[in-house]
């Protein structure tokens, strides 16, 4: 079956040092990949996606590459600020119109 | 601005009294799902909706029901809430057809809901 596996948090880190939370995936076909953040006490929200192998998604100066070959699709930040703490989600999508999601890594960024 | 809303945003309800969660959506969107999500857990799908074809999980208890009147809402009903189903509640949306292959998800802000 598809599962998604996401590092363990919550990862802490102080204003302006490099982020990186790894997700490896399993799935059969060709799934769609997607992070999901969930700042607190509200819904998820769609950071990036990438819909095939080698794509690179990003937005607001995260991004995550789309690697065939180790099944992963970590999510980085070159330089976190404080308002960039809550919970990450990863998640695939294999085309049966439901997520399969990771269990979610918190992050705090401390001043 | 598109939206998916959900109310109310805090329901508290007594144990085995039904309570009701409402799910609307400006986005015109075919699918709606319900998600319950757990204190520090992922998001777990309880169905989903694909027009009015109504998607069950295998494992989503019997005490959940929905109904879908029209494309632009959606409800959750609990008929004998627990303590166990004590959690936040999520309402999505998606188009029903893929956009390059992936049917992306628009999530609402939830429903926490206290069962006393």
């Known amino acids: 079956g598809n599962s998604v596996t996401q590092m363990e948090g919550p990862v802490t880190l102080s204003e302006e040092a490099f982020l990186t939370i790894n997700c490896t995936y399993t799935?059969?076909?060709?799934?769609?990949l997607f992070w999901y953040v969930q700042y607190p006490g509200e819904g998820l929200q769609l950071l990036l996606k990438a819909t095939k192998a080698d794509d690179k998604g990003s937005n607001k100066g995260f991004e995550a590459t789309y690697r065939k070959e180790t099944t992963s699709f970590h999510l980085e930040k070159g330089s976190v600020q404080v308002s960039d703490s809550a919970v990450y989600f990863c998640a695939l999508d294999t085309g049966r119109r439901a997520l399969t999601f990771g269990s979610g890594t918190r992050l705090q960024v401390q001043p | 601005d598109a939206m998916v809303i959900q109310n109310p945003r805090y329901q508290v309800t007594q144990f085995g009294k039904p309570v009701t969660l409402s799910c609307s959506q400006t986005l015109n969107h075919n699918v709606m799902y319900w998600y319950q999500q757990k204190s520090s857990q992922a998001p777990k799908l309880l169905f989903h909706y694909y027009d009015k074809d109504f998607n069950n999980e295998a494992d989503t208890p019997d005490n959940f029901q929905s109904r879908r009147p029209n494309t632009s809402f959606c409800f959750l009903d609990i008929r004998s809430p627990g303590l166990g189903d004590a959690a936040m509640y999520l309402c999505a949306t998606s188009r029903g057809i893929p956009s390059r292959g992936s049917y992306e998800q628009y999530f609402g802000p939830g429903t926490r809901l206290t069962v006393t």
């Open positions: 799935a059969t076909g060709y799934p769609s």
